[in-house]
């Protein structure tokens, strides 16, 4: 009923580990939020977490992008350990995320709040953007363009051509424009470039969960995750949500999806891991999990969740 | 009481509110003939209601002065003055509008500036008496004023990454605890230590032509002009290099900070290292005003440092707009200047100056020329107790 996903042979033929969450137990004083779980996420894949509320869903997240430092276990990423890292250092090893409850930065523009993402790749920082000494020899297309009618701004822009050329353009500017450049791309590829410069917190809702994740994706991750991206989303909603998450999947990013929405997470991702009670109940692919009677127990029959 | 405050709030935002906006919509020609209309303007203000070079004087503007009542201030040195506050509050805007911290210690910034030019310039400095001895040098050696001027910067950027270091861990009204004693701490070492001259000070502090003496052709002790043209020049260099900051990665991850520092975090902005940075960038700029000041006195003292002076430096940027550059440029202003034009008022000057604060507070708490993210934001937080009822 669903399509079926396509992947490319070399990742059919020997899935990479991007991810591994080594035996890793959280304890909270006497509560065991996560018990010894244990699960891979390869490269290319849109692995799905899911389980019943309180499940340790979210706990999980976080262990993994290194919000909480699991009580025994480890998260590799990238055969790095992730646990006890600051969060800007997480980042940067290539994993982004996105928030259960909308944390934009609201009076931000939509496209200051992805430039915001899209610094995190600069190099640029205090000294370079106060005194620009730092020249790069633009590209062709980089060049400041001559195209006024008016023979005095003419001038003025021949003049900027000429002395870009000869003098090369600051890296502070090349990278504020390639960011700007990224930004709107990845607006449109999100689907909200008609409000790029509205303030984050003027955007309607689904604006607003659409931007969190085009600000991940500017920080140019190798895993991104989601964190019930659908909350609060209408059916028709969801429906492009799945559309967006397959692109993203397309685009050759790594996503991990948490989700409680049991039709979006079956039709979207390509394994999935099923918690309840912080341990791991099941693990596989879609139809397999859907099938496995010990989900259903824990989750599926639940009528709640049928609704 | 409070809706007569409300319309009168309202009827304020549709005068000023809009003036952003038609700013932004001129041509950009129109700006910048304005800005430079504005800067010579800035650069004519010791002669204000003169046309220098004639006799003629242009009527009215003359009431503006400092000088047109009796017993008033040097008006060039009340400019001068007004100069080098608005150069603080550019510097503490970095910290309080941009970054959104706190520091109620600001004043020790400026008094390490103003230390390091009388430490390491001034011939009669017990530093400089030391270096005297050590190498061998003659007794009105001293280190030139223009090499100075990177010995304070540097100082006073390492002062503001000492005292942030540890402290910017902390957040909010806990911050602004730790740099209000900050700011005492400066004033009361420089007190009690020999080195820095104890309680009696520094003399002899140079400035740009070298130690204070009557031969001084420019920079003199009478004339207040030249050094009122000096600290606007390097006001107005420094306002540039801020904006420049205000409109980079930087000024970005400053605002992201400010808005959600967790989130920031997890988009790879590093809060510790921007803020350590709006911290010594602050503490530059305030320390470059201390060094103007110090070099003008020829001679300062610990006292001159006290917290009265920080909560003053708070009051620019608060009463100005804090987190717009104008704004805060505008409040110092007003609170440097409104003194000295009311002396009449003499001992009532305070309480007007107290009564003007409140007003202000009242009227436009966000400040008279406010960032209009700042504003927002303030909104945001007064309205969130509400939600959560």
Request: hydrophobic residues 45%.
């Amino acid at each position: 009923m669903l399509p079926k996903q396509k992947t490319s042979p070399e990742d059919a033929a020997k899935p990479e580990v991007l991810l591994e969450v080594d035996g890793v137990t959280l304890r909270f004083g006497g509560v065991v939020a996560l018990d010894d779980l244990s699960f891979n996420l390869y490269k290319g894949e849109i692995l799905g977490l899911i389980g019943p509320n309180g499940a340790g869903k979210t706990t999980c997240f976080n262990a993994m992008t290194g919000v909480y430092r699991p009580t025994s276990g480890a998260v590799r990423f990238d055969g790095q350990q992730v646990s006890g890292r600051k969060p800007h250092r997480i980042n940067q090893m290539g994993i982004a995320r996105t928030f259960q409850n909308i944390r934009l930065f609201p009076e931000m523009t939509a496209l200051e709040n992805v430039l915001v993402g899209a610094d995190s790749q600069h190099r640029t920082s205090v000294v370079g953007a106060l005194f620009r000494l730092y020249r790069v020899k633009p590209k062709p297309e980089e060049l400041p363009t001559v195209d006024s009618a008016n023979g005095l701004v003419r001038l003025w822009q021949q003049v900027r051509r000429s002395s870009a050329q000869v003098f090369g353009i600051s890296r502070h500017t090349l990278e504020e424009r390639a960011g700007e450049r990224k930004a709107y791309e990845l607006l449109s590829f999100v689907g909200i470039d008609d409000r790029a410069n509205d303030l984050a917190r003027n955007l309607p809702y689904g604006y607003q969960r659409r931007l969190e994740i085009a600000r991940a994706l500017a920080t140019e991750p190798k895993l991104l995750c989601l964190d019930e991206p659908a909350a609060g989303f209408n059916p028709a909603e969801k429906e492009e949500l799945l559309e967006l998450i397959r692109k993203i999947r397309d685009r050759g990013f790594t996503v991990l999806l948490i989700e409680h929405d049991m039709r979006l997470v079956m039709g979207v991702t390509d394994r999935i891991v099923v918690l309840e009670f912080g341990k791991k109940i099941a693990e596989g692919a879609p139809a397999e999990v859907r099938d496995n009677p010990k989900v259903i127990a824990a989750y599926l029959g639940e009528p709640a969740d049928a609704a | 009481m409070t809706e007569a405050l409300r319309q009168i709030n309202e009827r304020r935002r549709h005068v000023l509110g809009g003036m952003g906006d038609r700013w932004r919509a001129l041509p950009r020609w129109q700006r910048w003939l304005t800005l430079l209309a504005g800067v010579a303007f800035l650069y004519y203000l010791p002669f204000l209601g003169d046309i220098p070079g004639t006799n003629l004087i242009i009527p009215g503007l003359d009431w503006f002065r400092t000088d047109s009542i009796d017993g008033g201030a040097n008006w060039a040195g009340v400019l001068f003055v007004c100069a080098l506050y608005v150069l603080v509050a550019v510097g503490l805007n970095v910290v309080i509008g941009l970054a959104g911290l706190l520091d109620l210690g600001y004043v020790g910034f400026y008094a390490v500036g103003a230390y390091s030019v009388a430490l390491f310039g001034s011939a009669e400095s017990p530093v400089v008496g030391a270096l005297q001895e050590q190498f061998g040098l003659s007794s009105d050696w001293a280190i030139a004023w223009a090499i100075c001027i990177p010995i304070a910067l540097a100082f006073s950027l390492v002062a503001g990454v000492l005292l942030g270091w540890p402290t910017l861990r902390l957040r909010g009204d806990y911050l602004a605890i730790v740099t209000l004693g900050f700011g005492e701490i400066i004033r009361i070492v420089a007190k009690n230590s020999g080195w820095a001259g104890e309680a009696q000070g520094v003399p002899g502090i140079p400035g740009p032509e070298g130690p204070p003496s009557p031969d001084n052709k420019v920079f003199g002790l009478l004339d207040i002009k030249p050094w009122y043209w000096l600290a606007l020049s390097v006001v107005l260099v420094m306002v540039l290099l801020v904006r420049r900051l205000e409109h980079s990665r930087v000024g970005r991850s400053w605002l992201a900070i400010r808005e959600d520092e967790d989130a920031a975090a997890v988009m790879g902005v590093y809060p510790f290292k921007f803020k350590l940075w709006a911290f010594a960038i602050g503490a530059a700029l305030g320390g470059f005003s201390g060094l103007l000041f110090a070099s003008r006195s020829a001679f300062i003292q610990p006292e001159t440092f006290n917290v009265q002076l920080s909560i003053l430096f708070v009051a620019m940027v608060v009463v100005g707009g804090s987190g717009n550059m104008a704004g805060v440029a505008v409040g110092a202003f007003l609170l440097a200047y409104l003194p000295e034009r009311f002396r009449d008022f003499s001992e009532y000057r305070v309480l007007a100056f107290g009564l003007a604060l409140v007003l202000i507070m009242l009227l436009r708490p966000q400040g008279l020329l406010p960032s209009r993210r700042r504003t927002r934001e303030l909104q945001d937080r007064a309205k969130e107790p509400a939600n959560v009822a």
